[in-house]
């Protein structure tokens, strides 16, 4: 296992600052049987009228999105026809088969596109695009990617699927993405 921190070839994180690589192998996202995070969530679709899905868009259109995805999610569970429709668009997408070309002849760029299309022949690569096309209908999907240290070099061990409404968007631009967290209000930026 590599030291905590180095001072060369360290990952670097959205602050600037070295990760501490602990944090690579560590779920920083799992839910939470009590606080904002639980797995357990109560159903909205079964007394839905107009004036509530107006509320509930209104209050998605200013951050507040719990509703809405939980709405989204029952109407992919319900709704065969949608679920259907929904299925054929994922399908389109992850049913292109990718492709990495080195950007140069360079065999620096050749190595890296060799890493890169192992990665990318790895089945869990297809599970986690399958799991990301859930933003189709929501908005944004999140996985979370868990890190292994392994033939001298980082590698995926795999890949946790995360339910959105775990996450929320900062309230001043709305557009940073944000681990919701028992203890701040305006979430955490996942290290």
Known sequence: MP???RTSNSVIGP???PIKYSLLTEEQAAPTTTGVRSPWVTGLAENLDPAKLAKLLKAADAGDNQDFLTLAEEMEERDGHYSAVLGQRKRAV???EPVVTPASDDQFDKDVSASVGDLVANPMFADMVD???DGIAKGYSV???MWQFGDAKWEPENYLHRDPRH?????ET???LRLRDDEDAEGNTPP
């Not at 996450?167 to 309230?171: H, Y």
Request: proline share 0%; no cysteine.
């Open 3 to 5: 030291e905590e921190t």
């Open 15 to 17: 602050d600037g600052l």
């Open 94 to 96: 992850s049913g292109i």
């Open 131 to 133: 799991d990301l096309l």
């Open 143 to 145: 996985v979370e990617n």
């Open 167 to 171: 996450f929320q968007f900062e309230k």
């Open 174 to 176: 709305g557009r940073e």
